[in-house]
Every structure is written in structure tokens, then in C-alpha cells.
T-cell receptor, first 115, second 113 residues
Framework: DGGITQSPKYLFRKEGQNVTLSCEQN?????MYWYRQDPGQGLRLIYY???????QKGDIAEGYSVSREKKESFPLTVTSAQKNPTAFYLC??????????????FGSGTRLTVV | AQKVTQAQTEISVVEKEDVTLDCVYE???????LFWYKQPPSGELVFLIR??????QNEISGRYSWNFQKSTSSFNFTITASQVVDSAVYFC??????????FGAGTRLFVKA
């Protein structure tokens, strides 16, 4: 079955450490997104990518970095510059570069905790 | 600027009750799209419906129905005869002429047996 796979499901990060969250899709979708979810808040966009080798900052990109070397993969790195990284991270994809025409497909998320 | 407001933080109902989740949006664009997503305890958001700004027809899908009213900028979601499996967080979202989709804060629905 096609879908989005996020790993790991749970991740613990020490202070000052960089960590990378994996996101892989086999839906042949062009666009991919990373959202952050905090309790009581909606999803906030971190980065998005419409095509391979291209990505744009979302609303809260500071302290994060991404790459899009393959259509299927859109990993997110949470750097030590992100001062409050504890959150639930969701990866999503959409069929076209105009996601208004389609709903997003989401992964099952990665819960990141700073220890 | 875009904005999506889900004023109900949590709703608790007893099984078989009907429940309506409210969504109010703001946008300056005349062309826009509205969405509802369900987030069960597993964490993955599931797409439920998309509605564009030119289509104010209400939609029914099984026990789910959606009421889109441009005059009040609302896109409300009703679950009829709720079930325990409906317990989840529900998000309303808006996409207009830009590339980003804006999500509301979500409404957590508890359905008790």
C-alpha cells in the first residue's frame, strides 16, 4: 500500500545535539511538507518542497533544515539552534504542486523530546 | 491574512448523540479551499473532505455532514449518531491563493460509551 513512513516514532535529543527525522513516501507525490504540532495549537509549517532539489521556508523554519535529493524523501534536521524542539512532527505530501486540489496525505508522526 | 478559528477546544458527548464541530475562517481571496482532517490517537491526520469556495452545497457522507456558509465564513462539521471510534482531534484547514495551508487549533472530541 502507498503511504508516508516517518521514523522513528519516538526520538530523544540531548541538549546541543542535532537529530534527523526521516520521511519517505511511495505515492509519487510531487510536494512534501513538514509540520510541527504543539499541544493546543494547530499545525505550523516548518518547510515545504514542491520539486526535487528545491524547498522553501515555512512559518517557523528557524533551527530546522531539510533536503530533497530524491522525490521520495524529505528528511528534517532539528539543529541545536532550535531552542524548544519538544513537539510532535508530521510529514505530509500532496499529489500536485497545487495542494488545494488535493488533500494532504500525512505520516504517523515523530514525537521528539529533549532530555 | 488567513486565519482559521476552532473555538471549541474539547467536546464530550455520549455515544449516539449528534455533535457539531465549528470552524470559522478568514481570507481576502475569493478562491479558496477548506478542509477537515481527523487525527486519531495514533497521530496520523486523515483527510476527510475538501470544499472550494465556489461550491456551497452541503455534503453528506454516511454519518458525516458538512455545512459551508460563505455568508458567515463558516465550514461546520456534524457527526450524527456519534460512536466511540469518532473520538479524535479534528482540524479545519484553509488554503487560498498562496501555497500554504493554515490549520485551526483543533477540537478534541471525546465520545463516551
Amino acid at each position: 500500500d502507498g503511504g508516508i513512513t516517518q521514523s522513528p516514532k519516538y526520538l530523544f535529543r540531548k541538549e546541543g545535539q542535532n537529530v534527523t527525522l526521516s520521511c519517505e513516501q511511495n505515492l509519487n507525490h510531487d510536494a512534501m511538507y513538514w509540520y510541527r504540532q504543539d499541544p493546543g495549537q494547530g499545525l505550523r509549517l516548518i518547510y515545504y518542497s514542491q520539486i526535487v532539489n528545491d524547498f522553501q521556508k515555512g512559518d517557523i523554519a528557524e533551527g530546522y533544515s531539510v533536503s530533497r535529493e530524491k522525490k521520495e524523501s524529505f528528511p528534517l534536521t532539528v539543529t541545536s539552534a532550535q531552542k524548544n524542539p519538544t513537539a510532535f512532527y508530521l510529514c505530509a505530501s500532496s499529489k500536485g504542486t497545487a495542494p488545494a486540489n488535493y488533500g494532504y496525505t500525512f505520516g504517523s508522526g515523530t514525537r521528539l523530546t529533549v532530555v | 491574512a488567513q486565519k482559521v478559528t476552532q473555538a471549541q477546544t474539547e467536546i464530550s458527548v455520549v455515544e449516539k448523540e449528534d455533535v457539531t464541530l465549528d470552524c470559522v475562517y478568514e481570507t481576502r481571496d475569493t478562491t479558496y479551499y477548506l478542509f477537515w482532517y481527523k487525527q486519531p490517537p495514533s497521530g496520523e491526520l486523515v483527510f476527510l473532505i475538501r470544499r472550494n469556495s465556489f461550491d456551497e452545497q452541503n455534503e453528506i457522507s454516511g454519518r458525516y455532514s458538512w455545512n459551508f456558509q460563505k455568508s458567515t465564513s463558516s465550514f461546520n462539521f456534524t457527526i450524527t449518531a456519534s460512536q466511540v471510534v469518532d473520538s479524535a482531534v479534528y482540524f479545519c484547514a484553509l488554503r487560498d491563493g498562496g501555497f500554504k495551508t493554515i490549520f485551526g487549533a483543533g477540537t478534541r472530541l471525546f465520545v463516551k460509551a
